[in-house]
């Protein structure tokens, strides 16, 4: 008998990210830190960890809390039948499929959130949807729902208080919210922090860094791209 860990994954809203199961639960979390298909990493903000007798039962406790629990990163597990979010089941009557050719599926979700931004459902102040409450009304991927985030706080509409922070509904009356809520920088201070948030995916090194890019005025990014090079540098030296 094999004594396996099942762990849960939440971010700072306490929004469900990931379920698996590991022997040595601290190995397979520095594995999802340096994975390109774990790019949520970064927003993990507390673990749960439950403990059975063998790996049988874990991994049957994994099937049964992804199917429950609906996770946003889980593939695997996750039943096309029973699944009640992400694109997994979802017709939402706000999206049309067969239009993306001019009319992409990000546009479409940023529509419908501008809707409701105008109209008041979104209220100046009100965090933005989570990822997952995007998923359970679009049925639409995680990067989808960023991507329509994005198109908003380029509006002026919505800004992001931090990195890997929720989205917040830009005030009305500001003469400038994209500006006067300019993300704030990556702490330069840690490079620890910067080299693995840069190189979250060695193997895609553009991807990460337009992604980063995209959360950054033109300062932040100097001096980020700065830090970046002093770190490569160090590290190559040693």
């Known amino acids: 008998m094999t004594r396996t860990a099942l762990y849960r994954l939440f971010d700072a809203d306490d929004v469900l990210l990931y379920v698996g199961i590991a022997k040595d639960p601290e190995l397979r979390w520095q594995g999802h830190a340096h994975s390109p298909t774990s790019q949520w990493w970064p927003q993990v ?11 049988e039962a874990a991994d049957a406790a ?19 039948r029973n699944s009640s979010w992400g694109q997994w089941g979802i017709k939402s009557p706000e999206i049309n499929r067969a239009v993306t050719h ?11 959130l501008r809707s409701d931004i105008t109209s008041g459902r979104i209220r100046p102040g009100d965090r933005m949807p989570t990822a997952r409450e995007l998923f359970q009304r ?4 995680d990067n989808t729902c960023n991507l329509a985030l994005r198109r908003l706080a380029d509006e002026g509409l919505c800004y992001q208080p931090r990195p890997h922070s ?9 003469d400038s919210p994209a500006s006067t809520h300019a993300p704030s920088p990556v702490p330069l201070e840690d490079s620890d922090l910067v080299y693995r948030t840069f190189r979250f995916a060695p193997s895609r090194p553009e991807k990460g860094a337009a992604q980063i890019r995209a959360k950054m005025t033109d300062e932040q990014w100097t001096a980020f791209v700065a830090a970046v090079v002093a770190e490569d540098a160090r590290r190559n030296a040693a």
């Open 102 to 112: 001019r009319d992409p599926l990000s546009h479409q979700v940023a529509r419908a």
């Open 138 to 141: 679009f049925g639409v991927t």
């Open 62 to 80: 994994e099937t049964a809390a992804i199917e429950s629990e609906h996770p946003a990163h889980n593939r695997a597990k996750m039943s096309r």
């Open 166 to 174: 929720r989205y917040v509904c830009s005030s009305a009356d500001s």
């Open 45 to 55: 903000a507390r673990k749960e960890v439950e403990w059975f007798a063998t790996r």
